[in-house]
């Protein structure tokens, strides 16, 4: 495994060796998150990726190292022409046991709790599973997805028109409205 130093005010590491960002600093993100104006452009990507210090990916400055995985690119911004910024994909934790499904939902659990009260009222809907990913959906049309599997856990915050886009594509799948291609 590769030495690269963790800040110990970002992860904390477990006796078994499981990586975890700390509260603090997921809230501190989340904060961040929100109060970006949208749409976000590229640059707004940039400094917000260079305001936690990550480093950039030289193949790819919208890939880049994270407070969890220092040692390389583990996070990544999706960004398109139309809307700008669309999301923001992280590790919450990593070195998880994939044969430990109780560590795995305890994280989990422990995740999604803060996550449920940093948003307060804010929080109109929670879908999903511990399967699939859990999303939860705000009243200001931000979406979080939380999940992933194996050895570790993300954490996706999307945009609100990337929100809007996967709302509408749910409703119109909802009322059978897809095209067949759509379905496949």
């Known amino acids: 495994m590769d030495q ?3 800040n110990p005010e970002h992860v904390r590491v477990t006796p078994e060796g499981v990586r975890m960002m700390t509260p603090s600093r997921l ?8 109060s970006l104006t949208w749409p976000a452009s590229r640059a707004d990507a940039a400094a917000f990726r260079d305001h936690f210090g990550w ?3 030289p ?4 890939l880049f190292t994270s407070d969890v995985v220092p ?3 583990s996070s990544f911004i999706v960004y398109n022409s139309f809307n700008g910024v669309a999301c ?3 590790y919450l934790a990593a070195h998880l046991d994939p044969h430990n499904t109780s560590q795995f939902d305890d994280t989990l659990s422990f ?3 803060h996550i449920i009260k940093h948003l307060g009222e804010r929080l109109q809907n929670r879908t999903g599973s511990r399967e699939s990913g859990i999303r939860l959906f705000t009243s200001d049309n ?5 999940g992933d599997g194996g050895e570790k856990i993300t954490l996706s915050l999307n945009s609100p028109s990337e929100t809007g886009n996967l709302l509408d594509f749910l409703d119109r799948k909802a009322r059978g409205e897809l095209e067949d291609w759509e379905r496949e």
């Open 4 to 6: 690269t130093p963790l």
């Open 27 to 34: 809230s501190e993100i989340l904060d961040a998150w929100e």
């Open 55 to 57: 480093t950039p990916d």
């Open 59 to 62: 193949r790819e400055s919208l």
């Open 71 to 73: 040692e390389r690119s």
């Open 88 to 90: 923001f994909d992280f």
């Open 111 to 113: 995740y999604l709790n």
């Open 142 to 146: 931000l979406y979080y997805r939380i």
